[in-house]
């Protein structure tokens, strides 16, 4: 992985878009996330689930953790499994990169073997957009997305085997700083879960 | 971007200066309060006076479906309040007086509800945003984005003067008698942090009307209130305010009195500052419960509160700013930004004439229109909130409101603008028809994030929102025309007190489990200012309550005669036939008959306390407690019959005999052989279950053994109308309180179960 860069981030989001199951209802997955904080299946400091579901475009489902939200995002029409830091400590940009995505990628794999969802399921763990949820700290700018994208880079290449991937940036200067990332091969959920733990 | 920017330099020009300090302020105590500096007590209502509230699971304990929870926040030994965790999330209640706000406000709620709460900023029954899921530390910074767009949290919370209502129309409305906004105006900046309203006893709630006759700004229902009037005076029309005080919902509602009638309005700002010092000195300080206005109102008897407002009047030293203020607001004119237009006969997009019947206020003013944009559950996302600031800039510019029904209004829209408006809001998913209809349902957060509530009352509201949207079409059109409102609990942040159909969260014992209830509470009245309260008239399963909807408007649609209202179709059927209707839905199933029962809408988890275990006897013993329960339940209802036959004295004989046989069944719930007079019962009550905090440990209310003591003491030998409904309201909510008892308390205190 690579050197990083002078900025520090801490509040990362990590989208993990749904290729299967975006007709599912979302209300399905209440008992799932209720049942995940009873067995404490994810990491972090479960606290509690949030219904959306009234909501058009919503975050739909969230589990909130102390450290972060976990949800059934729907923003933009696009369904996904969003791990949105809220307090990640102080281990540094490519510590909190690599734990966004661990914890997203672990709750796409929960879910996708869930009986609510099994066979129904599937993330398509190429196509993940990736923000900054700190306008203070990453101004959404020209010179941010910049410097993100030599935070990705090294981490991408190292997480999707040197395997190209499109990096897209967000455009509307009113949303939060960040890139839809799109790899062109297609990988293994677990394969990348396992190279993460 | 590595640099140390913060909020506080990015934002320090943008700023008022006393609003930066007081955050600066609140920011150090923080930073004490870690340090462990600042007692919990003193910080909770440091926090609270800005806005910063607890929320569910605060205290550590989380029932997860299977166990009782404890929640290992990281600072286990850091308390932002007592038996509050230093990282649980949190609440802030963001205030817009009058329920104004700007397209750039809008923005920054976006940016903020993205990055530190849920994603979503939520609309109260107060005209208020709020943010949940927030971290304490995270709050200074929040309020100074706030801040810098003209937005204070002060007050918003805590012992205050709270948000200042208004009737979201005025200004726009075709029956008011002038434009109250630049009075709410005036108040707010008058009032926020006077140091006439830093002492009382509890929250005081302003509000403003344009009129009598519509709901308006609820006046009935606040602490104070003020409806506009036109008065005569040396034969000329002059703007006049008739003022109230002394209304409130809560657990018990109390109707506002009138304090002055045709009133200068120049005299607003310091009858208003009298009133703040009469409460301040005379209110309630230690008994929570007791420390709202309308119990000194009501206490003193509006004659010798008005006695004390005048003479206060008279020693006020002078302020220049009582004249000022309102001079200085009466400058802000609103104004359109499009000019107006018609609506030009051609082919709408679809949906679009079946929205506009029931979204569209025809304004006096030739050419504007106001849109009502129904927010489910008042729940925006940050996306369309964004999108509705584009909307406001594009069409209205700074003319949006926050209404108490959770939604938001659009004024002075140019008629011509309509079709291109609604697909606008069609683009964000805001483009529902059905505002201010039966569909239209208004909901406190309940169970979801409220310390305090009992049931899941935005589940209910999810719920049935989504069903009658399917059938509102086909809805007779006096069915249409009806008012849900939600509470989770007694404590009416939902105002179901002043619905069609109220309904607030309860709970029933079944055996061993605890069974989610909603009590339906029927005879409210929204018009008039939220004109008379209804009562409780049957406690229902959660899971029934849709059904229970349909069986009384089919019943209302069946029975009514011409023209005849709902509230007037109560009042003539009576309550008795109406719970006959509904006795069957009242029954608990058997878990094993259907286990869907025991627990809430959106919730899966088996709506029981985790430490009330199965007991191997559970159904067959009964303790003696039911029985004294069961009878208080039916001296309740029979003391609401009384109510409805005007038999007042009948009522509140039985409205007190509730009130003992409750305490019999909490006496009983520890001696089962218990057998006593009343004078003995509350007696016994009051020694072993409320001195000993027995009692108030678990129903986390002083308030409800009160009423049980009031009644002893005060007969009440000729009760007055208000009287005689707080009373049966009393003997109700202590009914309530004693089953939260029975549900709370530890087994081993109820024998039997």
């Not at chain 2, 709020?130 to 007050?155: C, K, N, W, Y």
């Not at chain 2, 009037?229 to 109390?254: Q, R, T």
């Amino acid at each position: 992985m690579g050197q990083g860069t002078a900025m520090d981030l801490k509040k990362i989001n990590v989208k993990i878009a749904v290729e299967k199951g975006a007709d599912l209802p979302l209300s399905s997955f209440i008992p799932v996330f209720h049942r995940f904080i009873q067995d404490d299946r994810l990491e972090g400091m479960l606290i509690d689930v949030a219904e959306y579901t009234h909501v058009h475009q919503g975050p739909g489902v969230l589990l909130i953790a102390h450290e972060a939200n976990y949800s059934l995002d729907e923003t933009d029409g696009k369904r996904g499994l969003l791990y949105a830091q809220k307090r990640a400590g102080e281990k540094g940009t490519e510590a909190h990169l690599k734990t966004a995505f661990r914890r997203a990628l672990l709750a796409c794999s929960l879910l996708e073997k869930e009986k609510e969802a099994a066979g129904k399921l599937k993330f398509a763990v190429g196509r993940v957009l990736v923000q900054v949820n700190d306008r203070l700290g990453a101004p959404h700018s020209s010179g941010t997305h910049g410097e993100l994208e030599s935070l990705l880079n090294p981490f991408l290449n190292w997480l999707y085997d040197g395997e190209k991937y499109m990096l897209l940036p967000e455009k509307d200067p009113r949303k939060l700083a960040g890139f839809e990332v799109k790899v062109e091969k297609s990988f293994e959920l677990d394969a990348l879960l396992k190279k993460l733990s | 971007m590595a640099d140390k920017r913060t909020w506080k330099t990015l934002l320090q020009d943008k700023l008022p200066k006393d609003w930066a300090a007081e955050i600066d302020e609140f920011e150090a105590k923080i930073v004490l309060n870690k340090q462990g500096k600042v007692e919990p007590r003193i910080f909770a209502e440091t926090r609270l006076r800005r806005g910063a509230y607890g929320q569910r699971y605060d205290n550590g304990h989380r029932n997860d479906g299977k166990q009782i929870r404890k929640l290992k926040y990281p600072t286990e030994d850091i308390w932002k309040g007592p038996d509050t965790h230093w990282d649980a999330p949190g609440m802030l209640r963001i205030k817009f007086p009058w329920g104004g706000l700007t397209a750039e406000q809008m923005h920054c709620l976006a940016d903020l509800a993205e990055e530190y709460s849920d994603g979503i900023g939520h609309i109260t029954t107060r005209q208020d945003f709020q943010l949940h899921f927030i971290h304490i530390e995270d709050a200074p910074d929040i309020m100074r984005r706030l801040s810098a767009v003209g937005i204070t949290t002060r007050e918003a919370c805590g012992n205050s003067v709270r948000n200042v209502t208004a009737c979201p129309l005025a200004g726009v409305c075709r029956t008011e008698s002038f434009d109250v906004t630049p009075y709410s105006k005036a108040i707010f900046k008058f009032m926020l942090g006077h140091p006439d309203a830093q002492d009382f006893g509890r929250k005081f709630k302003i509000a403003f009307s344009g009129c009598v006759q519509e709901a308006c700004g609820l006046v009935n229902m606040h602490d104070m209130g003020f409806i506009a009037k036109k008065a005569m005076v040396n034969g000329k029309e002059v703007p006049a305010f008739d003022i109230y005080v002394g209304g409130g919902l809560g657990p018990v509602p109390y109707n506002a009195k009138l304090l002055f009638q045709d009133h200068p309005v120049e005299e607003m700002l310091p009858v208003t500052q009298a009133v703040a010092r009469v409460y301040g000195r005379l209110g309630e300080k230690k008994i929570r419960g007791m420390a709202r206005i309308k119990f000194l109102v009501a206490k003193l008897g509006i004659e010798e509160f008005r006695k004390l407002i005048v003479e206060e009047r008279k020693v006020l030293p002078f302020d220049p700013r009582w004249t000022s203020t309102i001079e200085e607001c009466l400058k802000e004119v609103e104004k359109p930004s499009q000019k107006a237009g018609n609506l030009k006969a051609s082919s709408f997009p679809k949906g679009f004439l079946d929205w506009k019947k029931t979204n569209v206020y025809q304004q006096p003013q030739y050419g504007y229109v106001t849109v009502y944009v129904k927010v489910p559950l008042g729940d925006l996302t940050s996306t369309q909130l964004r999108g509705l600031a584009d909307m406001a800039g594009r069409y209205v510019k700074d003319t949006v409101r926050t209404s108490v029904e959770q939604n938001l209004l659009f004024r002075w829209v140019s008629e011509g603008d309509l079709p291109a408006f609604y697909e606008a809001l069609a683009g964000l998913g805001l483009s529902a028809g059905g505002a201010n209809t039966i569909s239209d349902i208004t909901s406190c957060p309940g169970t979801d994030t409220c310390k305090l509530g009992i049931s899941a009352s935005r589940g209910l509201a999810r719920e049935l929102s989504e069903r009658l949207d399917k059938t509102l079409s086909s809805l007779p059109e006096e069915v249409k025309d009806l008012k849900i409102k939600v509470s989770g609990c007694p404590n009416s942040c939902g105002q179901h007190h002043i619905s069609d159909l109220g309904f607030y969260g309860v709970s029933r014992k079944s055996g061993s489990f605890t069974v989610p209830h909603f009590q339906l509470v029927l005879g409210g009245q929204w018009k008039n200012n939220g004109g008379s309260y209804g009562l409780a008239v049957a406690a229902v399963p959660s899971k029934r309550i849709p059904e229970t909807i349909e069986r009384l408007t089919g019943k209302y649609v069946k029975e009514r005669s011409r023209g005849e209202s709902f509230q007037a179709f109560v009042t003539r059927v009576g309550k008795s036939a109406i719970r006959e209707t509904l006795t069957d839905l009242m029954t608990i199933p058997s878990h094993e008959q259907d286990p869907s029962i025991y627990s809430d809408w959106g919730d899966p988890r088996e709506y029981t306390i985790a430490d009330i275990g199965k007991g191997e006897c559970a159904g067959e013993v009964v303790n003696p407690y039911e029985f004294s329960l069961s009878q208080a339940e039916a001296k309740s209802f029979e003391a609401q019959l009384k109510l409805d036959q005007k038999d007042l004295k009948g009522a509140v004989a039985l409205a007190f005999e509730s009130l003992v046989l409750s305490a019999e069944a909490v006496v009983r719930s520890r001696n089962r052989e218990y057998v006593g007079e009343a004078a003995a019962t509350v007696a016994e009550f009051r020694k072993h279950f409320f001195d000993t905090g027995e009692f108030v440990k678990h129903v986390n209310n002083t308030q409800f053994a009160a009423f049980l003591f009031k009644a002893a003491e005060q007969k009440l030998d000729n009760p007055n109308p208000d009287e005689a409904h707080r009373r049966v309201e009393e003997a109700q909510l202590f009914l309530e309180a004693v089953h939260s008892y029975l549900v709370n308390a530890a087994p081993a205190a109820i024998p039997g179960t």
